[in-house]
Structures are given as structure tokens and as C-alpha cells.
């Protein structure tokens, strides 16, 4: 990865994410997970909270796709903690997703 080899976190968070949400959509949700992960240590170190709750909010699809619910609950709750403490207008969004998404199911 080329933003490894220059050293920028920021770019190198986005691409893990991207790759993250590539799993994602070819249903490779293992992977998906994986890649997400990686994005979100990258974003804390960053402290860019935004995008540490938008990798968030992927992950939790990814474990959803992955028929984990209550992994992908938690990881919405955290990542409705971050916008709501950022004052965010997505975190009505998030909230939605929860009241229709709920614990236990696919």
C-alpha cells in the first residue's frame, strides 16, 4: 500500500476502509471486518472521531451481513456515542438504522 510506504495514517485509514467496504459488497465479510479494523486503529491514532464513526457504522453492516447482530449493534452504538458527541446531523441517521435494525435479527 502506498500511503504505508509514505507514512500518511489519514490516507492509509480511507484505503483500508475502501477495502473494507470492497469485502463488504463481494460478501467477503471476514475480510471486510478485518480491513475495518485496521481502519479504525489508524482513525483513533488520527483522533479523526468522524471517520472512526463512519468505519464504525460499516463495520456494524459487515457484521450484520455476517449474521452477528449483536456485534453490529454494538458497533452502531459506538459509533452514535461519536456523532452525538461530535453534534452531528448523521447521528439521526444511526439512530434510525438501530430502531429498525433490532438486536437478534439478521
Known amino acids: 500500500m502506498l500511503q504505508r510506504q509514505v507514512g500518511n495514517r489519514y490516507w492509509q485509514a480511507h484505503t483500508w476502509d475502501s477495502l473494507g467496504y470492497a469485502h ?3 460478501g467477503q465479510q471476514s475480510e471486510a471486518i478485518r480491513c475495518y479494523h485496521h481502519a479504525l486503529a489508524l482513525w ?3 483522533a479523526e472521531r468522524y471517520y472512526e464513526a463512519t468505519t464504525l457504522t460499516h463495520l456494524g453492516d459487515s457484521h450484520r451481513a455476517a449474521g452477528a447482530p449483536g456485534l453490529a449493534q454494538r458497533a452502531w452504538r ?8 461530535l453534534g452531528h446531523p448523521d447521528a439521526a441517521q444511526l439512530r434510525d438504522r438501530l430502531h429498525t435494525a433490532p438486536e437478534g435479527l439478521p
Open 44 to 46: 483513533r491514532e488520527a
Open 78 to 85: 459506538r459509533a452514535l456515542a461519536v456523532l452525538e458527541l
Open 24 to 26: 463488504h459488497r463481494l
